[in-house]
């Protein structure tokens, strides 16, 4: 009788460590059950560089693709701030007219006013921090939707964007100066893009063998290590193409490597801290969470000052690109390509459900869908019209996918 349950344990891990076979079938049921993970966003991936590139030969070459992530990275970093308050079930519609505002005030300070550059951009995010506090506390203390606010927001900073530029309208930053070589030709050395490369994959490698041990010695079902090894392999495989072929022309931008490395930290304070887990248990749940003693409204002011934080970094960032800031920077359709991003990429606009990653997928999609409607020289407002139908049909998704676990939860 003694030995029984070590049996059964024992039979519980050959079960769990099926190997591909049983990773597959589990992938399977993933998708029978509404759990489409980033499946959406990479065959839409396919399809978009098939068909441009059958359109347009330029599309894909080396050089156009290290342009493309340039552009990426500044609106990616404002759909990374979004995907905070998505994950509440909350909005923050002025992240547009915020990225705007920080450009003004890195203008104003760092060009009209001599102020340093570094503290200059300081000041900027000091002030989207300021704004994201607003919101949380209208919304925690008089119970103001974050539509509404924001939308308030959005008018006033605007308002405050085209006071600080003045009657010019616009300030040209220094030309040569690092902010601006960083936005838009300082490129990585090609031998240490291949080194950085080889990070993500031995980070999942490393992060899976502490999972297997960390069960293991708690006598759970330990992961298949065949499975952790493919992943790790094919994921570097990928990585390790894709710089191969960018190094074929200028090369990998450092500010894509910055974008991707916040997106890293900040699926690290998601996934596993304690904050991160508070997140998604309000988004998922006001009520219960409520009653399980996280603080609610706390959360609320973090999520929302690190969306308002990273939209005007983003600003920062979309200035050191066009080495200006303007009455333009933060209007259009910045709002639809950051929130549809984030939705493109797989966070919920219903709570609970995302992951920083998504920002990173979803602006690829929106800026490859941008760059290839550019490239075919489609006016403005094609271009609106087929990026809105792509946010609406990323949504339709989400939703029948989201009936769909509710449907399988319920069987």
Same mark, same amino acid.
């Given at each position: 009788?003694?030995?029984?349950?070590?049996?059964?344990?024992?039979?519980?891990?050959?079960?769990?460590?099926?190997?591909?076979?049983?990773?597959?079938?589990?992938?399977?049921?993933?998708?029978?059950?509404?759990?489409?993970?980033?499946?959406?966003?990479?065959?839409?991936?396919?399809?978009?560089?098939?068909?441009?590139?059958?359109?347009?030969?330029?599309?894909?070459?080396?050089?156009?693709?290290?342009?493309?992530?340039?552009? *990426?990275? @500044?609106? $990616?970093? &404002?759909?990374?701030? /979004?995907?905070?308050? +998505? =994950?509440?079930?909350?909005?923050?519609? %002025?992240?547009?007219?915020?990225?705007?505002?920080?450009?003004?005030?890195?203008?104003?300070?760092?060009?009209?006013?001599?102020?340093?550059?570094?503290?200059?951009?300081?000041? *900027?995010? @000091?002030? $989207?921090? &300021?704004?994201?506090? /607003?919101?949380?506390? +209208? =919304?925690?203390?008089?119970?103001?939707? %974050?539509?509404?606010?924001?939308?308030?927001?959005?008018?006033?900073?605007?308002?405050?964007?085209?006071?600080?530029?003045?009657?010019?309208?616009?300030?040209?930053?220094?030309?040569?100066?690092?902010?601006?070589?960083?936005?838009?030709?300082?490129?990585?050395?090609?031998?240490?893009?291949?080194?950085?490369?080889?990070?993500?994959?031995?980070?999942?490698?490393?992060?899976?063998?502490?999972?297997?041990?960390?069960?293991?010695?708690?006598?759970?079902?330990?992961?298949?290590?065949?499975?952790?090894?493919?992943?790790?392999?094919?994921?570097?495989?990928?990585?390790?193409?894709?710089?191969?072929?960018?190094?074929?022309?200028?090369?990998?931008?450092?500010?894509?490597?910055?974008?991707?490395?916040?997106?890293?930290?900040?699926?690290?304070?998601?996934?596993?801290?304690?904050?991160?887990?508070?997140?998604?248990?309000?988004?998922?749940?006001?009520?219960?969470?409520?009653?399980?003693?996280?603080?609610?409204?706390?959360?609320?002011?973090?999520?929302?000052?690190?969306?308002?934080?990273?939209?005007?970094?983003?600003?920062?960032?979309?200035?050191?690109?066009?080495?200006?800031?303007?009455?333009?920077?933060?209007?259009?359709?910045?709002?639809?390509?950051?929130?549809?991003?984030?939705?493109?990429?797989?966070?919920?606009?219903?709570?609970?459900?995302?992951?920083?990653?998504?920002?990173?997928?979803?602006?690829?999609?929106?800026?490859?869908?941008?760059?290839?409607?550019?490239?075919?020289?489609?006016?403005?407002?094609?271009?609106?019209?087929?990026?809105?139908?792509?946010?609406?049909?990323?949504?339709?998704?989400?939703?029948?996918?989201?009936?769909?676990?509710?449907?399988?939860?319920?069987?």
């Amino acid at each position: 009788m003694s030995e029984t349950p070590k049996i059964d344990r024992a039979d519980t891990r050959v079960r769990a460590d099926e190997g591909l076979l049983g990773a597959l079938r589990g992938f399977l049921d993933r998708l029978r059950s509404g759990d489409l993970g980033v499946l959406p966003v990479i065959l839409g991936l396919i399809v978009i560089a098939v068909v441009f590139s059958s359109l347009n030969p330029v599309f894909m070459r080396p050089n156009n693709l290290t342009n493309l992530l340039f552009d *990426a990275a @500044a609106v $990616g970093l &404002i759909s990374l701030g /979004v995907v905070f308050c +998505l =994950l509440l079930g909350e909005i923050d519609l %002025s992240i547009g007219s915020m990225s705007g505002v920080a450009s003004a005030i890195l203008g104003v300070l760092w060009v009209n006013a001599g102020v340093p550059w570094p503290f200059a951009i300081l000041a *900027a995010l @000091a002030a $989207g921090a &300021i704004t994201g506090f /607003v919101y949380a506390t +209208l =919304l925690n203390t008089f119970g103001m939707p %974050s539509f509404v606010s924001t939308l308030a927001g959005l008018l006033a900073l605007l308002g405050l964007q085209l006071y600080l530029l003045g009657k010019s309208g616009s300030i040209n930053l220094p030309f040569q100066s690092f902010v601006i070589r960083f936005g838009q030709t300082m490129v990585m050395p090609g031998w240490l893009s291949y080194l950085v490369a080889l990070i993500p994959g031995a980070t999942i490698f490393w992060f899976g063998l502490q999972t297997r041990t960390q069960r293991a010695q708690a006598n759970l079902s330990v992961p298949s290590m065949s499975v952790l090894v493919v992943k790790a392999a094919g994921l570097t495989a990928i990585i390790l193409g894709a710089v191969w072929y960018l190094n074929q022309g200028r090369g990998v931008p450092w500010m894509f490597l910055f974008f991707m490395a916040l997106v890293a930290g900040m699926e690290y304070v998601l996934k596993r801290t304690k904050f991160g887990r508070s997140i998604f248990a309000v988004g998922g749940n006001r009520e219960a969470a409520r009653r399980a003693g996280i603080k609610v409204e706390r959360i609320r002011i973090y999520a929302f000052m690190l969306c308002s934080t990273f939209a005007a970094f983003g600003g920062v960032l979309a200035a050191s690109r066009l080495a200006s800031a303007s009455r333009q920077a933060g209007t259009g359709d910045v709002n639809l390509n950051a929130i549809a991003a984030a939705v493109i990429g797989g966070t919920s606009l219903f709570g609970g459900r995302g992951s920083a990653w998504s920002a990173l997928l979803g602006v690829l999609v929106i800026q490859a869908i941008s760059n290839g409607l550019t490239l075919l020289n489609l006016s403005s407002s094609l271009r609106y019209m087929i990026l809105g139908a792509v946010l609406a049909i990323a949504v339709i998704v989400d939703s029948l996918a989201r009936q769909s676990r509710a449907s399988h939860g319920r069987a």
